[in-house]
């Protein structure tokens, strides 16, 4: 069995800066897929930035790309998503979501098996 615990988040300003981060325990593997999703109050669970372990290959959503940063700590089995420049509309619960033998980085949060608990992330005008 796989679990995430995901540490980071908090209040901060708008152009300010946080890092989440989600600790891994149980079976990966290189194929393995780490993603980030975000929920805004009121909406649905949306997509921001994936890495897959083999190879190191991100993708992000187009409102993250350029601001934030996925990366990964094979040695501490975690992966971090650092965000910059943060905007009012970056504020929700942030998720990890790890898809285990993936064949590639998707979108859907269908395709991920094991979340982590969530953390709130709100940036105050």
């Known amino acids: 069995q796989v679990h995430l615990v995901q540490s980071g988040g908090g209040l901060v300003q708008v152009g300010g800066s946080l890092t989440l981060s989600c600790a891994t325990s149980?079976?990966?593997?290189?194929?393995?897929?780490m993603a980030w999703f975000q929920q805004a109050p009121g909406k649905e669970r949306e997509f921001v930035a994936a890495l897959r372990f083999w190879n190191g290959r991100t993708a992000f959503s187009e409102s993250a790309q350029g601001r934030f940063t996925i990366s990964r700590d094979s040695a501490r089995n975690t992966v971090s998503l650092a965000m910059d420049d943060l905007k009012v509309e970056d504020t929700g619960v942030y998720y990890c979501a790890l898809d285990v033998d993936a064949f590639g980085i998707r979108q859907l949060e269908k395709e991920y098996e094991f979340w982590g608990q969530g953390a709130q992330v709100t940036v105050s005008s």
């Open positions: 149980g079976r990966t593997s290189g194929n393995s897929v």
